[in-house]
């Protein structure tokens, strides 16, 4: 049975819990939230939210930083102003940091959702 309960259904289970993190750079601060998650949110939370996420690397960024994550707007001339990253620890493995970028409207979205608070 797992210590704690899964921040997402509030029950233990059987065997231990993951862990994502997400954290964005919202103005001068950043926002993040970390959750405490069962196996299936895990990997629900992996496909809603970073499956448009690009997985880092040491060779750094395959895509543009000059367009959304979300909604693929592109911003001319300066890279999208919220940069977000995403830790993700699966029971086993080695643990994966994905990073996006996005605009102001699809941040607010983002932060509304996964209910990200300022660090502290």
């Known amino acids: ?3 704690y309960p899964c921040d997402l259904h509030g029950s233990r289970v059987a065997g231990p819990l993951e862990s994502i993190r997400f954290t964005a750079m919202h103005g001068a601060t ?3 939230r ?3 998650v069962c196996p299936s949110h895990h990997q629900e939370l992996r496909r809603q ?3 448009e996420w690009e997985l880092a690397t040491e060779a750094g960024p395959s895509r543009p930083i000059n ?3 979300s909604c693929k707007q592109t911003a001319t001339n300066r890279a999208m102003p919220h940069p977000t990253y995403a830790y993700s620890y699966q ?4 643990p994966e940091e994905y ?3 996005y605009c102001d ?5 983002l932060v509304g959702q996964l209910k990200l608070e300022p660090d502290s």
């Open 1 to 3: 049975m797992s210590r």
């Open 30 to 32: 950043s926002v993040t």
């Open 34 to 36: 970390r959750l405490r």
């Open 49 to 51: 939210y970073l499956g």
């Open 67 to 69: 367009v959304c994550t």
């Open 91 to 94: 029971r086993g493995l080695d």
């Open 99 to 101: 990073w996006g970028n």
């Open 105 to 109: 409207d699809c941040l607010e979205l």
